[in-house]
């Protein structure tokens, strides 16, 4: 299987702040890779897939980077409405894996 | 519009079956790979298998090999996914999610919770 390691596992900013979340895969996946946004209680929720596209409906503030094992999910400038649980998702190979999570929270 | 509505939440006993359904509405429903993901509480998630509403192939997870069946259903555009000899750690929410590129779409979520 295809393992996802994701960093950090939490992360604590303020409105307004950049982050970058990192993934990395096992092995290549080239560009299949997508990122979640969950919050507590609710479904996952998809921001990017093919490693950089923006699913639709999902703010321009958000971005997706990388291919082959590196890939970053970076928020230009945070909002309240993203703090929240992150997951990256290769679907180059089944069995589909998901990183670990991380959470952003309020520093 | 889009959805995916999932049976509510269930309690088996250990060494039971669960069966959830998602009832799919809004598109074509033959025209999309099914996905079931489940999440432990207070875990990340799970991915269990796949499938293919036209012709009904699945994949699983080699995880959930021999323990987890998904079916679906066209006349009633519903996927169904049953889970046998239940443990006390496959309590999880269970949800279905439509794929493209990506998960796209997600039920709401079916809570399974394995107690004797």
């Known amino acids: 299987d295809i393992q996802m390691t994701q960093s950090p596992s939490t992360l604590s900013a303020s409105v307004g702040d950049r982050v970058t979340i990192t993934c990395r895969a096992s092995q290549s996946i080239s560009d299949w890779l997508v990122w979640y946004q969950q919050k507590p209680g609710k479904a996952p929720k998809l921001l990017i897939y093919k490693a950089s596209s923006l699913q639709n409906g999902v703010p321009s503030r958000f971005s997706g980077r990388g291919s082959g094992t590196e890939f970053t999910l970076t928020i230009s400038s945070l909002q309240p409405d993203d703090f929240a649980t992150y997951f990256c998702q290769q679907f180059n190979l089944y069995p589909w894996t998901f990183g670990h999570g991380t959470k952003v929270d309020i520093k | 519009q889009v959805q995916l509505v999932q049976t509510g939440a269930e309690v088996r006993k250990p060494g039971a079956s669960v069966k959830v359904s998602c009832k799919a509405s809004?598109?074509?429903?033959?025209?999309?790979?099914m996905h079931w993901v489940r999440q432990a509480p207070g875990q990340g998630l799970e991915w269990m298998g796949m499938i293919n509403p036209n012709g009904g192939k699945t994949t699983y997870a080699q995880k959930f090999q021999g323990r987890v069946t998904m079916t679906r259903d066209t006349s009633t555009t519903t996927v169904y996914m049953e889970l046998s000899s239940l443990r006390s750690d496959d309590t999880a929410i269970y949800y279905c999610a439509r794929s493209l590129n990506g998960m796209d779409v997600w039920g709401q979520g079916t809570t399974v919770t394995v107690s004797s």
């Open positions: 809004g598109y074509t429903f033959t025209s999309y790979y």
